[in-house]
Each structure stands twice: as structure tokens, then as C-alpha cells.
């Protein structure tokens, strides 16, 4: 027979998403309703590794928070235990330090683990069960990319930024007679570009999932100057690409897992003044999609897990 659980611990791993604290505050709730003790794991999982702290949650310190963006746990996306970055004299090296995570916690008397986070936080989650820890997953991201669940929370409130911006795009692109191509998250995914895109009327939706041709981006644009619309609104996902042709990174990426994409909109924007001689700007939404008060949906969904 499992021993009964009595005390648990939560982590926030990966990059943050509007809807990380109403969770929190959910699970130490009900965890204490339960009789349960919680414990958050401060900065994914560097509190079991002595590089930050281990803070008890009551429900004093979960109190008012439903509504705030981040994490109170903190987060990190360079934070996996099977490969944590060390400091040598000559640079950086990785370790693995898993086993340790499993002393760790095993030595505060932990029973369980709730590990929200992102694909890369929760195949983590997902290797230390392999190696008998407790585990339950709850699914993050603005990206809305994980498998085995329908929604990840964070990806309404993304979109809710994403088409607020381009409300307010519509404007001044009318204004000035404009193209514009605005770069929105989502990594390898177009969910976010596909989401904010209709329901902020965009001329042109670019997904990672459909390579696109720049002959028919532009002669969409075309066309609707002809028909008296001088302005366009491009949205494209940041993991977009052209046919035959490869997706644009961040300049400082590197190789791996988290290899940053960067630099889409600036590439077409310049082709497509290139092509049609439209005056046409650029803008990167980036980590704004990320920030601020979680969307009432989020909040629920968030609530839920
Ligand atoms: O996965 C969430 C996400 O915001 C992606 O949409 C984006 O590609 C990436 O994280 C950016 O990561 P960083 O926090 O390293 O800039």
C-alpha cells in the first residue's frame, strides 16, 4: 500500500505564463483542506539543489495573488537537473544532477511533487518520476503546445495581448498607408499567430505548420490596395518559414532544445517592401505576450488544475 501523502512541494520551471500563480494558490489550498503541508521549490528546482531556497506556503502566502502574472516560485529555463550548468575557469559545463533533486527531496520529507510547466519542464518532471519521484504535472505555456492536454493556460491571456496589439496596429497602419508584420510567440507552433490573427482581422496569418510563399504574401498585399484597403496587417509566428527555406533565430540562440527563434518579421518586412515597394514596419511582440494579469479564462482554467 502508497503511504498517505502529508507533504508536498510545487515548482514553476521554464518560461513564465500569466495564470502560474492562481494555480499555486489552487493546489496550497487544497492541499491544506486536505491536512496536507506545502512547500514551494524556489527557481524550478535549484531550492533542492542549495542554489536558492525552499519557502513554506500557507495560505498567508498565497493570499491576493490569483490575479498577478509570473511566478512567486520564481522560474528559469536553464534549470534541468540532467544537464545544470556549471561554472569551470574556462566557461560553462553541464551536470547531471538528478540524483541529488531525489536526495533532496526525499530528505524533506516530501511525498509528492506538482511540477507546472512548459514541454521541456515537464519531460524533466517526467524523468524524475522515471526515477520514483511523485510526480503531477500541470500543463504551462502562452505556446499551447503540449501534447496529452487540450489547453495549456497562459495561451488565452497571450492571445488577448496579441489581438489588443493589433487593434491598436490597425490605426496607425491606416493612418500611414502601411504594411505591417507583426512577430508573435509560439515557438515551432503557430497557435498564437493563428488565434490573434483572426480575431484581430489580419490580411495575411503565417504559421510554422504551412511554409509560406512570399509571391502570394505579396500578392495579397497587392490586392488589397488595389481595392482601396492601403493598408495590410501581416501576423506571423515566430518559428514561421518559406517554403524550400529555414525559420529565422535570435542571434545569440544555440543549438539544442532551447534554441531561440528571433528575427521573422524584420526578414519579411524587408522583403515585402522589397517586392511591392509598400512602405511596410516590423514589430516583435515578444515577452510582452507573456506578462501582466492572467484572462479570466486562464484564471478558471488555472483554478481548475
Ligand atoms: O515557450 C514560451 C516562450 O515564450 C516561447 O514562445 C518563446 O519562443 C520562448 O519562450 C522565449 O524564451 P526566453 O524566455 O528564453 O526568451
Redesign the pocket.
Known amino acids: 500500500m502508497n503511504e498517505p501523502i502529508r507533504r508536498i512541494a510545487i515548482t514553476t520551471g521554464?518560461?513564465?505564463?500569466p495564470g502560474l500563480n492562481a494555480v499555486i494558490r489552487a493546489a496550497v489550498l487544497s492541499a491544506i483542506q486536505l491536512g496536507w503541508e506545502v512547500f514551494g521549490i524556489r527557481k524550478g528546482y535549484a531550492g533542492l539543489l542549495g542554489e536558492d531556497t525552499i519557502i513554506p506556503l500557507d495560505p498567508q502566502a498565497v493570499r491576493g495573488i490569483t490575479h498577478l502574472g509570473g511566478t512567486i516560485l520564481g522560474t528559469t529555463?536553464r534549470g534541468d537537473p540532467f544537464s545544470w550548468p556549471v561554472h569551470v575557469s574556462d566557461g560553462i559545463i553541464t551536470a547531471d544532477r538528478s540524483d541529488e533533486v531525489i536526495r533532496a527531496f526525499r530528505r524533506l520529507g516530501f511525498d509528492a511533487l506538482i511540477a507546472i510547466g512548459?514541454?521541456?519542464s515537464l519531460q524533466i518532471a517526467n524523468e524524475l518520476f522515471k526515477k520514483g519521484l511523485p510526480v503531477v504535472g500541470v500543463p504551462k505555456?502562452?505556446?499551447n503546445?503540449l501534447a496529452a492536454t487540450q489547453v495549456t493556460f497562459?495561451f488565452n491571456t497571450?492571445v488577448e495581448t496579441a489581438t489588443d496589439a493589433l487593434d491598436k496596429l490597425h490605426s496607425t497602419a491606416e493612418s500611414h498607408e502601411r504594411v505591417f508584420v507583426v512577430e508573435?510567440?509560439?515557438?515551432h507552433t503557430g497557435w498564437?499567430a493563428l488565434h490573434a490573427g483572426v480575431s484581430g482581422t489580419a490580411d495575411v496569418i503565417l504559421l510554422p505548420e504551412i511554409p509560406y510563399d512570399l509571391k502570394k504574401v505579396c500578392e495579397k498585399i497587392e490586392m488589397r490596395y488595389l481595392t482601396g484597403r492601403n493598408f495590410a496587417i501581416v501576423v506571423v509566428a515566430?518559428?514561421a518559414l518559406p517554403a524550400g527555406g529555414s525559420a529565422s533565430y535570435?542571434e545569440d540562440a544555440v543549438a539544442g532544445r532551447?534554441k531561440?527563434?528571433?528575427g521573422i518579421a524584420d526578414r519579411l518586412a524587408h522583403e515585402i517592401h522589397r517586392q511591392t515597394g509598400r512602405e511596410t514596419r516590423s514589430l516583435v511582440l515578444?515577452?510582452l505576450?507573456?506578462g501582466g494579469s492572467p484572462s479570466a479564462w486562464d484564471r478558471l482554467i488555472a483554478l481548475r488544475f
Open positions: 521554464g518560461g513564465d505564463a529555463n512548459g514541454d521541456g505555456t502562452i505556446d503546445d497562459g497571450a508573435v510567440m509560439g515557438r498564437i515566430e518559428g535570435a532551447d531561440r527563434y528571433g515578444g515577452h505576450q507573456r
